[in-house]
């Protein structure tokens, strides 16, 4: 998508293509009709790491807020794996970690099953693949075979829902789940069965096992079980329900023996991979059926949870939510960014009233009329304030006598005034921007966590007590140890994610924390105050380490498009001609060469096909342009994006330590300079 033009002019970023989409995050109850699209990102070619503090704030702000979530639920993309991955430390694809704003609660990772639906036909259907278990493969053509005979006959078919558009697959009827849906069907796996003869019946199991995972998983009401006399749709009512046990026993079993039956093969591995389901898709349902059994065997075991619908876990209402988006931009489909903030406002206003796109690949919501509104008046949010008036009596007994938690973990060796001192500031920064963080006003829940935020900020005050001094060093020395050298910063980032997270879900850190605040304030309103304080404490060090904006990143960020890039060939001509008109003036006793060289390098080399610059600048070329080669042009690009890194298009006031910056990115282009270096010798 394109940046609005009301970018802030303070911004370091240019007023241009940046982002190409919008990463949302929407908040779906599972025993309510809540569906909202909670908060969205302008982002562009963004990586794992970069989800996992946006994440984690939002689930940090719901949690605040009165909301208990239990998992997320996101396609199978790169980013969203990899994310996944960050919360592991062997970086395996986990299906749950521990929630770190709640000591006894899990939080589970879920792959949307329409899309896993969807992938695993592609995979059956793909003719680089050739599925393959127990000395039997699961073939495409068997599907065709038994197509092709249903078509045959006369009067009644023997898969009447199965039509041409479900055998033979285009880009755009790979992405519809109906397609897939009825495909990977308890029909089409009878037919199998009954006519495809012996050499289609493990075709035949691998398609009805995954039509009895959907029903699993797809649960939407009390009739559709019933009436389509399909016992795995009915609703679930216990935590022992037989499902559970078949997606255990069966479904996972079936994944494992498939796996092990293509690793003892003696063949290469690039054949074991096409003889097997994609590992994204294979570990995608294996971490989905993990996490929805515990999921619902937890739910059961929550007060007035009596029935569950497991179609509530899809993400079918992001993409209503998406094609809302465009259906509301009719024949503009490329929004800006406040554009999309501007339709996500009314979408969240009309949500119950606004029906999906005719087309969409998701159910619509057909109960349009059954809204309730409540017309009861909001409650008054309290002012922010300090609170001054709050008179705290502390022990006056030896501290570190009641703090074996915290002098157990570690030796600390001694550390100077100026380093304790140091380390303590640091921790109350933490606390006081908790207090001036607006999202702790919303709810009046938050009052006991901002009054403790209050009363810590009027006790920490100098000469800081040994156990405060104990506790910032442990607080301190453990975030750092989350920091590390790798060979690249993504690598880096990532090992700090990981690391981060176990840290602050680890029983530890609950128990360090607890000790720490009722040592202190004598009170401990829960974890949503000391996570914050240590994701606080976190970023100070991030930004000390790396810096306010991720120099590293920035330029993958800027792309020159075509106009620019017509503009940068014309220019560099343009600027090659005016220092060769300077050196004939010049005095330099170099000149002769200089100018030999200059002359000589100008013209035109072999045409590239695929420049675009080349054809344009011959196109407007009236006989005065200079033509400068490849070499020279690729060069100036390079130099472009270094220049992009400090300039603001609106102000081109540069501090003298910038320049050197600008000089130092330039001479650093080393492949650039030796090409060129190259063209002067030769």
Known sequence: MNSDDSTDSSSNFPLELLSNSMMTFMVRGLFSSLEFPYAFFPSRNIAGHLLFEPFWESINRLERIGFHVLGCTSDGASTNRRFIRLHDSRRQLVHKTQNPFTANRYFFFFSDPPHLLKTTRNCWALPSRTLWKNGKEISWDHLQDIYLKSRAENGLVLLPRLKYEHVHLTSFSKMRVDLAANVLSESVSKALTLFGGDTAQETARFTGLFDIFFDCVNVRNFTDGQRKRKAFQNPYYSESDFRLQWLEDTFLTYLNEWDDSVKSLEVPNDEKKNMKLSAETLSGLRMTTKSFIELVKYLFTVPGVTVFFSRRLCQDPLEKFFGCQRQIGRTHENPTVKEFQRNTQALRVVNSMCRGSISSNCRRNKDLDTAEYDIQPLRRRKRRRIDESLDITFSATNPLNSL?????????????????????????????????????????????????????????????????????????????????????????????????????????????????????????????????????????????????????????????????????RYFAGYLWKKVISQLVTSKNKHKSTLLLFMNNIIGVDEIDPDDHTEEWTNIIDRGGLVHIPVSIYHLFCQMELQLRNYFNLKTAILEPKTKMKIIKGICEIEDQWQILTEDVET
């Open 404 to 568: 074996g938690t915290i002098a157990d973990q570690r030796h600390y060796g001694g550390s100077s005034n100026d380093e304790a001192t140091h380390m303590c500031e640091t921790v109350i920064k933490g606390f006081r921007a908790l207090v001036k963080d607006d999202s702790f006003y919303v709810t009046l829940d938050n009052e006991c966590i901002i009054k403790a935020a209050n009363a810590f900020i009027q006790w920490a005050v100098p000469p800081y007590t040994e156990y405060f001094i104990i506790f910032s060093q442990y607080l301190i020395s453990n975030i750092k140890s989350c920091f590390t050298n790798k060979s690249s910063r993504q690598s880096e980032r990532e090992y700090i994610c990981t690391q981060y997270h176990t840290l602050r879900v680890s029983e530890t850190c609950h128990s360090t924390w607890s000790t720490f605040l009722q040592l202190s304030i004598k009170s401990n309103p829960g974890p949503a105050l000391y996570q914050y304080v240590t994701q606080s404490v976190l970023t100070i060090f991030m930004r000390q380490t790396y810096g306010l904006l991720t120099e590293s990143e920035r330029p993958s960020i800027f792309q020159l498009n075509d106009i620019e890039h017509n503009a940068l």
